[in-house]
């Protein structure tokens, strides 16, 4: 078994927001250790090299692939960006780091899609922490499109589980799938009512409450419908369809009529209910009540709702201030492992470990160059330099090196700190976690620069 992202109603990224949206779907890709692999054969070896895939020199036809996540060194199924359209794509994408940064890129399109779209994956899904981190590395206060509005999701989900069943059965665990920091509380309270049925949401009537002081609250107000619906079933005298009729039009009908239909039935608790509580919720109360099936009700009358909405309980919530994610915290990894990704005043901060590591192989390659320096190899002699590396990467293919590290290594070993930087390799090969701490800092040329002085 896989794990694959799935995704509900269809993403639509305007075309003027295309050139924005794959700029910090970059930032996203680089920064998450997205990586494509490519093949060279050189000496009848064949070695897998990193590549990181450009977003400019690109067929507009074409796609943006990765295969690779640097953080957990594994290859998985196919995923990227369709450029046409910005639409991503992915195959299996496993339940780790590669995940996380497949998941990120969706989660970015959603926030640029004009028309309803969510993604979800089976084994990592975690909306919340995603959108923190976006935040951290965006730099700005990105927020939700759709997830806000989750009952809209709600109903794009149960009409295609329709297309199956007539009477589709949502999964329990919807809301907590798909809500977000800032999705509507009314709304959340509305999937969790048809999910997991009114008596999960109604208040605890054992607590007691001090009625001086006892505010009602949205809760309240279901209850009090459910109460109402009650009464009715209880004391109408008409047969069970035509009273199951006479409450649906209460949310169809003109203003007019319902108030006087209201007022003439006596009954509080639904005339409170049906003007404060959200239709969906209406409609489910009076589906537990009659027992009938929601979505058979609700679709029979959820284009024809005339009830206006109450502001009285809008949800003004501020959403709470908290700490976004850094990269390190959002994949859960070890700074040092971001040595590739150091630059000055950036956001990876290295180790007092690490930097006795660096300053030891600093130590070491100018020795190594010092050695060097009384050599002046010919042609035949850059041969065998380039023989030696293709040999000990393919000897030692657990650890893939940055296709950009190996050009820079095969047409340079005319200098000597090229050969001594090769030699340093050699020394460290057989411990593939400083081997690839090596790697990274050879391959980032900033940080290289910094440590070796080339």
């Known amino acids: 078994m896989g794990t694959f992202i799935h995704k509900i109603g269809r993403l639509t990224i305007p075309e003027e927001k295309r050139v924005e949206f794959l700029s910090e779907a970059r930032k996203i890709a680089d920064q998450s250790g997205l990586f494509a692999t490519n093949y060279v054969c050189l000496f009848d070896k064949k070695l897998q090299l990193l590549n990181f895939?450009?977003?400019?020199?690109?067929?507009?036809?074409?796609?943006?692939?990765?295969?690779?996540?640097?953080?957990?060194?594994?290859?998985?199924?196919n995923a990227g960006i369709h450029l046409k359209d910005c639409?991503?794509?992915?195959?299996?994408?496993?339940?780790?780091?590669?995940?996380?940064?497949?998941?990120?890129?969706?989660?970015?399109?959603?926030?640029y899609s004009s028309t309803p779209f969510a993604s979800f994956n089976d084994s990592l899904n975690a909306p919340i922490a995603t959108?923190?981190?976006?935040?951290?590395?965006?730099?700005?206060?990105?927020?939700?499109?759709?997830?806000?509005?989750?009952?809209?999701?709600f109903?794009?989900?149960?009409?295609?589980?329709?297309?199956?069943?007539?009477?589709?059965?949502?999964?329990?665990?919807?809301?907590?799938t798909f809500a977000a920091d800032n999705t509507n509380l009314a709304e959340w309270l509305s999937v969790m009512a048809v999910t997991q049925g009114i008596k999960s949401v109604l208040p605890d009537n054992t607590e007691k409450k001090e009625e001086s002081v006892y505010k009602l609250n949205y809760l309240d107000f279901i209850a009090a419908l459910h109460n109402g619906v009650n009464e009715y079933k209880t004391t109408a005298t008409i047969k069970k369809e035509e009273q199951l009729q006479f409450l649906?039009?209460?949310?169809?009908?003109?203003?007019?009529?319902r108030k006087q239909l209201l007022s003439d039935m006596k009954n509080h608790n639904l005339l409170v209910g049906i003007t404060i509580v959200k239709p969906q919720i209406v409609v489910k109360v009076i589906s537990e009540v009659y027992e009938q099936n929601f979505w058979k009700l609700w679709w029979k009358i959820s284009d024809h709702i005339s009830i206006e909405p109450v502001d009285f309980f809008k949800d003004n919530r501020e959403l709470e201030e908290k700490a976004n994610l850094t990269t390190d915290q959002f994949f859960n990894i070890d700074k040092d492992e971001r040595l590739y990704w150091w630059?000055?005043?950036?956001?990876?901060?290295?180790?007092?470990?690490?930097?006795?590591?660096?300053?030891?192989?600093?130590?070491?390659?100018?020795?190594?160059?010092?050695?060097?320096?009384k050599l002046t190899p010919n042609q035949a002699d850059i041969l065998k330099w380039q023989k030696r590396l293709v040999t000990m990467l393919a000897d030692y293919p657990k650890v893939m090196m940055f296709d950009t590290l190996f050009s820079e290594l095969i047409g340079n070993f005319y200098k000597k700190e090229y050969r001594a930087a090769v030699l340093l390799l050699e020394e460290n090969v057989q411990d593939s976690i400083k081997y690839k701490h090596l790697i990274a800092a050879l391959a980032n040329t900033k940080l290289r620069n910094k440590v070796f002085g080339f």
């Open 155 to 176: 109903e794009l989900h149960a009409k295609v589980a329709a297309k199956y069943s007539e009477e589709p059965v949502i999964d329990k665990e919807f809301a907590d």
């Open 343 to 373: 630059v000055d005043n950036g956001d990876v901060e290295i180790s007092e470990a690490m930097k006795e590591e660096l300053n030891s192989y600093a130590e070491r390659h100018q020795k190594l160059s010092s050695q060097e320096d």
């Open 248 to 257: 649906l039009n209460l949310l169809t009908c003109e203003q007019p009529e």
């Open 131 to 153: 959108i923190s981190w976006l935040r951290y590395l965006l730099q700005r206060d990105i927020q939700y499109t759709w997830r806000k509005h989750l009952w809209t999701l």
């Open 53 to 77: 895939p450009s977003f400019e020199e690109v067929d507009k036809d074409g796609v943006i692939d990765f295969t690779y996540n640097y953080f957990e060194d594994s290859c998985w199924e």
């Open 87 to 111: 639409t991503p794509y992915s195959e299996k994408i496993g339940w780790k780091h590669f995940n996380l940064a497949v998941q990120t890129i969706y989660i970015l399109a959603e926030t």
